[in-house]
């Protein structure tokens, strides 16, 4: 599947990249000039590298602060939801 239009680039070659080496959007623009137009494919990407470093997407509202890095076991992710000051306080003891 082509993720970058603009540059031709597939899902494919940008996992190709990654496999040999690269590991940032950053890295990954320079390689294949994948991104470096329009940005439309930019979460794309980001998913792409996410999935093939191994990391687990984190609902944050803090720019930066939503990945934890460790692999992804077999079980599924929960998310957590960023009001979870509302959830109901347990009685300890």
Do not use: W
């Amino acid at each position: 599947m082509i993720i970058c239009v603009c540059n031709n680039v597939s899902e494919k070659r940008i996992r190709q990249a990654i496999g040999m080496g690269a590991t940032s959007v950053q890295a990954l623009t320079e390689q294949l000039d994948v991104g470096s137009c329009c940005g439309q494919c930019q979460g794309c990407v980001h998913a792409i590298l996410d999935e093939e470093l191994g990391y687990a997407v984190c609902p944050s509202p803090h720019v930066g602060v939503n990945i934890v890095p460790g692999r992804v076991s077999d079980a599924p992710l929960r998310f957590v939801r960023s009001s979870v000051s509302t959830l109901p306080a347990t009685e300890a003891g």
